[in-house]
């Protein structure tokens, strides 16, 4: 798949913007905090329609404006010339391909896959359950949108389990009826998520192993928090919790508190490794969810890089070089274009929002 224009309307801090792709390698240059971010989120929203930071619609909404739009078009190897509309409002979005109105955004969600490389990645190993939560939600839901209507399933019917725990002496009869419906949507997502993982962990011993030269065995396992087999399995833990749940008047246990384990010989990864360590197992993690992407789609995802590239020193960015198929796409951000491989980026540069693109040959492009 290639991006090959992308034009925003009153998206975060960017009131308006056209910037036209003819390489496979883009980058976005300027100071920090100017809209770099903002354009490689842009940029991603197309394939899970959700933004890769935390958030609801309204923080990607300009301040001032009512509704931000986005345009992709792209070339894609089984859809051709595509063109998607994305109208992000605080309270929902609208979307239409190739001129005709999406009414179910399952059928959209996963068709243009993207894969972000983020300096922040170190979280996913320092941070809290989470932010490991939402990367696999967030990659899984990238790639099938069933996913996707699982896990809001899930989600709708937690809501509504914890709204009655908030009301006064909820009767065992009433939390049976919501449990009915929140038991077999937690298997469906444990289930998902479980696979999710196994294919993950089949592909990042390989990366870390070109990466970090082989030092040390990387892992990656799935810890759901209630451990069960089946919908029969997590009624029963929802019934045996009841006394908790109705103390502190919310779900105390279920999907929405499992984690992801990532190790290096055999050892919790953020306990026991170096910086250098934990760098390379992350950035082998996101080469792992790329070439998940693409056996599972046979589309070649968007790879973003956000201030990447300029944090690795000379021989990991050699590594990284090494790691990314050359046949990929790459939109890359940072305040200094990389020193190896200068010559070979399409270049826009970034102020307040506003973006000035130079061509390869000198020609001006973008807005």
Request: proline content about 4%.
């Amino acid at each position: 798949m290639r991006l090959r224009e992308i034009r925003l309307r009153d998206f975060r801090n960017v009131p308006e913007a056209a910037l036209h792709f003819a390489s496979d390698r883009c980058f976005l240059l300027g100071p920090n905090g100017q809209g770099k971010t903002n354009m490689l989120e842009a940029i991603g929203y197309v394939s899970a329609l959700r933004a890769f930071r935390p958030g609801d619609n309204r923080v990607l909404v300009r301040e001032g404006a009512t509704e931000a739009a986005l345009v992709h078009r792209m070339e894609h190897e089984t859809l051709g010339a595509s063109e998607v509309l994305l109208r992000i409002r605080p309270r929902g979005k609208e979307v239409v391909f190739d001129g005709a109105p999406v009414r179910r955004l399952a059928d959209i969600i996963g068709r243009f896959p993207t894969v972000l490389f983020a300096s922040e990645d170190i979280q996913l190993l320092r941070g809290g359950p989470a932010l490991r939560r939402r990367f696999l939600d967030l990659h899984l839901a990238s790639l099938d949108s069933g996913y996707l209507e699982v896990l809001q399933h899930f989600h709708r019917a937690l809501e509504q389990r914890n709204r009655l725990l908030k009301a006064d002496a909820p009767s065992p009869r009433e939390l049976a009826a919501f449990e009915a419906q929140l038991a077999p949507a937690a298997a469906a997502v444990v289930a998902r998520r479980r696979a999710g993982v196994g294919a993950l962990g089949k592909l990042l011993g390989d990366f870390h192993l070109r990466i970090a030269e082989g030092a040390e065995k990387a892992g990656i396992s799935y810890r759901p928090d209630i451990e069960a087999e089946d919908a029969d399995g997590y009624r029963a833990a929802l019934e045996k919790n009841r006394a908790r749940d109705r103390q502190l008047r919310s779900t105390q246990r279920g999907p929405h508190r499992d984690d992801v384990d990532l190790r290096l010989d055999g050892r919790e990864a953020a306990l026991y490794g170096s910086e250098g360590q934990q760098r390379a197992l992350v950035l082998a993690l996101r080469f792992a969810q790329l070439r998940d992407a693409r056996d599972r789609t046979g589309i070649a995802p968007v790879v973003l890089a956000d201030d990447v590239l300029g944090e690795l020193d000379p021989e990991r960015r050699a590594r990284f070089w090494a790691a990314l198929d050359p046949g990929l796409q790459l939109f890359a951000t940072g305040t200094g274009l990389p020193a190896d491989r200068a010559g070979e980026w399409q270049v826009f540069e970034v102020r307040a929002g506003v973006f000035a693109g130079a061509m390869r040959d000198g020609a001006t492009d973008g807005a």
